[in-house]
DNA sequence: ATGGGATATGTAACCGGTTACATCTTGATC
DNA sequence: GATCAAGATGTAACCGGTTACATATCCCAT
């Protein structure tokens, strides 16, 4: 009796159901517009066979995967856990899914990735900072497909972004510690090598050092790994010169972890002998005694706020381009006058 | 002259190489059997086109995606981004990608995520733990999609799984404590709740106990999620009662750092006031102050692991179901003679 | 010279959905 | 009753690759 090729997928629903494909098919995505029988009938089908639509058949012909491609450093970092998870979550209560990559903070590797991205259909792309390669905005572009730089402000650049003003907020927080008297500040930074937010972030300190008439001593100003370890090497290195610093801004909260660490072996009281500040307000820094001074910086929304807007572009929404978050200077204890 | 339907894609290749479209795919998965001109030619075309190949219509086609799915608890806890993060980076490596799906411990959403993984054509799938729906389990085995179960170890169990023997491991953990003299020792575990893991370091805690003539009082356990607010909020019941334990044993890193901050800040002194052991062995606990003691999991070689499982089982090799991963305790400064 | 195996390439069906277009129904309007 | 718009459903082309099968070529053994 039966054509042996209509075993299985929509043709067999749409056979057993007594309808045609492109009536199942309207039934699953445009429920509207079938009849309230008809879409009953299909549905206990549906739920007989157990038939789950395939994903890449439909991507195929309808040129929409419902899928969003993000490529971070690495995953290995609370601050990015932390921003992926709220991501995730938002993405998934639209129906969509997130489709990860990293790029180990390598410009060359991220082009690669992106290219699979995009080969596995990717509706849009969200990228961290704004230190890309060419060839991938080229290839966005040239494809059409949204895309959006989070984790930083650029109201100046064409490519859309979505973030704090790290300049601005470094320049806050290192303006905490002059205004309770600091006057010899050491700088614990992130490598600046393809990252521009560490680089903006260090700008920012100096900024404001400069406003006040202070400089910064080589001896006192240490690049490092987001690591605890190198931190922590990092700290020993400011701390072994002649005159130590009474306080030290960092890029990052991780970094101003293993600075405190490191202070409190060599026997550094925080904040008595050392003011600490950190940056992004992990959720370990209010935890961490004594508690962490940093400027708080909302990873969760920044990155949802990403995810609103690739799939505001997706649905032909005319949306801003750029979007600032705000950061706000947390005051706990690592930080006291000197 | 030309067919205005071949501008793109495979077809446009194989027409400005002069060759057949098959043989441009051919150039492309089985270079071998295409002769050395032919492939340098295509490939040219390729590169000065910047074509790139339609992973959708080539997964319908080849029913493989060369996308492995993994859902987990939470991206936002330390231990899975290490896992996921060595994971990644092994299946990466081999040509394939993640998707990262995440359920928060609920197995219904779990199978919601897996339909919609499998409906996105995932070659594979690894789960975390062992508490599954049993719809998901049949809809992998009638589809026959490779899955295995990571972080456990349960060679008894049908389907795979690779990981520590957490009963055996979390029965180590305690027997420190005992050996080192420890006669009255509380329990700040994780919830229960479809987290067989949690179980099973709880009943080897308990075993230890038991063997040594010991048990846990109701006041000295108490079950919490895996943050540390939570954590720190155990720890300040357990202290609140009028008998305090000497020692307590945590099923997680985490929930360990709860109690030490917890215990400090009621000026309990660690180890020589009261001992806390750990589990997982997490990048934080070294650093700590005082280090912690705790059961080292190699996080990473599991989850790689399970990557090279799947892979094999895809590649049609035929290999063991189960791995167990060795622990080891970690004896470092949070724990002391009574 | 002939047959057979190995190698290289082309032809076109196929994967499983979506959707433009055609067809048919129904109800409202004149 | 005729006309027409709107709504429901069916037909089949199409998305862009892969690959079974057919065909062509070349080399070597008989």
Chains 1, 2 share one sequence.
Not at 37 to 57: F, K, S, W
Not at 269 to 290: A, I, K, N, T, Y
């Amino acid at each position: 009796m039966g054509n042996d090729k209509e075993k299985t997928g929509i043709r067999a629903v749409a056979k057993l159901s007594g309808v045609s494909t492109a009536t199942v098919s309207r039934a699953l995505n445009n429920p509207h517009s079938v009849s309230e029988e008809l879409r009953a009938r299909i549905q206990t089908i549906i739920d007989q066979t157990g038939y789950v639509p395939h994903g890449m058949a439909r991507a195929l012909s309808s040129n929409r995967t419902r899928t969003i491609g993000a490529i971070i450093p690495t995953i290995d970092n609370a601050m990015f856990a932390r921003g992926i998870s709220s991501l995730q979550n938002f993405l998934s209560s639209q129906g969509y899914m997130l489709i990860l990559s990293t790029n180990g903070y390598d410009i060359d590797v991220e082009l690669e990735q992106a290219r699979n991205l995009i080969s596995r259909g990717v509706d849009g792309l969200i990228l961290r900072g704004d230190c890309h390669h060419q060839m991938l905005r080229d290839l966005l572009v040239s494809r059409d497909i949204p895309f959006i730089n989070v984790g930083i402000y650029n109201p100046n650049q064409p490519h859309p972004s979505i973030g704090v003003d790290n300049e601005a907020a470094a320049h806050r927080a290192m303006m905490h510690l002059i205004e309770i008297g600091h006057r010899r500040i050491g700088v614990v930074s992130a490598l600046q090598r393809n990252n521009d937010r560490a680089s903006a972030r260090l700008r920012g300190f100096r900024r404001a050092l400069a406003e006040n008439g202070m400089d910064l001593p080589p001896q006192w100003h240490v690049e490092v790994r987001y690591t605890l370890d190198d931190a922590r090497e990092a700290a020993r290195q400011i701390f072994s010169v002649e005159d130590v610093p009474t306080a030290i801004a960092c890029g990052n909260d991780v970094l101003a972890y293993g600075v405190m660490l490191e202070a409190e072996r060599r026997g550094l009281h925080v904040p008595s002998d050392l003011s600490v500040v950190g940056f992004d307000d992990l959720e370990w820094s209010r935890h961490l005694r004594p508690a962490l001074t940093t400027l708080h910086v909302p990873t969760d929304l920044t990155w949802k706020g990403a995810g609103e807007y690739i799939l505001a572009r997706l649905e032909g929404h005319k949306v801003p381009n750029h979007y600032e978050v705000d950061y706000s200077l947390v005051i706990r204890e690592s930080t006291a006058p000197r």
